[in-house]
């Protein structure tokens, strides 16, 4: 049972959301005693956060929930340096450009688990290029940067893994940690910020932030983060076998999003419920207990809730109702992911290798090769066991598709154009 006081971090604490808190009886009090600011900072290192992003998500979502005021900090600035935190290597450095387009492409998501408009206590979106990319560098040395003791920064773990795998860590790659430990500063001056949070991987960052602020005459500032999650056979939460499951529609659809949520490790079910979705703790402990087939059930309900939040409700029953007709009555669904042939391509007849690389099934010839040895391809749900065959315009069925399936649970519909 938790003993918080705060509803905030009692919601958290049964939801499996804390690994590290720098001071639950401080923060735990100021929470039960006021409206509190928080933030979580996002690197916009790509066109559209992924799967591995919504435990942060969430946890700005409960923040708001429970009558605090959330910020969504997007990295405009630290996104020119690129977190080294437990990286082999520098990432690829992106123009200002780009930042702002990743920054425009990523913030749609948000908008799905906070509000920005509420009358009371609304969400933030703050840019910290806003400040960093203005600064005086010689005044900030001075000001910021003789705060911070190499000798500690080098003990940090982050710094450390690199280091002993003999990485290079680039003095631009070093100076992140007290870029964002200036954000956190600076967003008290701000907006009153007093707490951060993130994923444990950023405590060592966070950490430094809140010694910054002490340094720098702040209010005790406060550091919580969630633990980094992996499933349950070990993989790295966000990531499929296709690659990342991102959040943005328009990368990644809400028919596929939902199949990634359907195919959760039994062992993973309840806890996902608890971190992923809105359902109450006594609805998520009756469907945890339950077993056997009962429990593909579950998965199905935990995959439309987790959809419903970030597509909509309507999207998500849609999903569900798309895979009930593929995979119960082997119908041939119109939601289906649908990709786009060229006519003259099948009417020449496209290579069945070909073809499953470019639907996205398989990454290489050869690993297309391999699952036809294996027995997992399907055209028009029947068996591919030749991996010389052509497919033409006479696999085309009456619907103007071809369906083309890996497996039980993979299936693309190839539309000739």
Known sequence: ?????????????????????????????????????????????????????????????????????????????????????????????????????NIASIQRVFANYIDYDRADSPALMINNADWLRGINY?????????????NRMLSFESVKTRLDREQSLSFLEFNYMILQAYDFVELYRQTGCRLQMGGSDQWGNIVNGIDLGHRMETPQLYALTAPLLTT????????????????????????????????????????????????????IARLSALGG??????????????TAMLHGRAAADEAAETARKTFEEGALAENLPTIEVGKAEIDAGIGILTLLVQAGLAGSNGEARRHIKGGAVKLNDKGVSDERMAVDAGAVTEDGVIKLSLGKKKHILVKPA
Request: proline residues 3%; charged residues 25%; negative net charge.
């Open 138 to 150: 010689l005044e900030f040395l001075r000001d910021v940067g003789r705060h911070f003791s190499v």
């Open 232 to 283: 349950s056979s070990g993989a790295k939460m966000g990531k499929s076998a296709n690659g990342a499951v991102w959040l943005n529609p328009d990368m990644l659809s809400a028919y596929d999003f939902w199949q990634f949520w359907r195919n959760t490790e039994d062992a993973d079910v309840g806890r996902f419920l608890k971190l992923y979705t809105t359902l109450p703790m006594d609805e």
């Open 293 to 306: 087939s009962e429990i593909n059930e579950v998965k199905k309900i935990l995959a439309t809730e987790v």
């Open 1 to 101: 049972m938790s003993t918080f006081k705060s509803e905030f971090l009692h919601t958290l604490s049964e939801r499996g959301f804390i690994h590290q808190i720098s001071d639950e009886t401080g923060l735990d009090d100021l929470l039960s005693k006021e409206r509190v600011t928080a933030y979580i900072g996002f690197d916009p290192t790509a066109p559209s956060l992924h799967a591995g992003s919504l435990i942060q998500i969430m946890m700005l979502h409960w923040f708001q929930k429970t009558g605090h005021r959330p910020i969504s900090l997007m990295g405009g600035g630290t996104g020119m340096v690129g977190d080294p935190s437990f990286k082999d290597e520098a990432r690829k450095l992106m123009t200002i450009d780009m930042i702002e387009d």
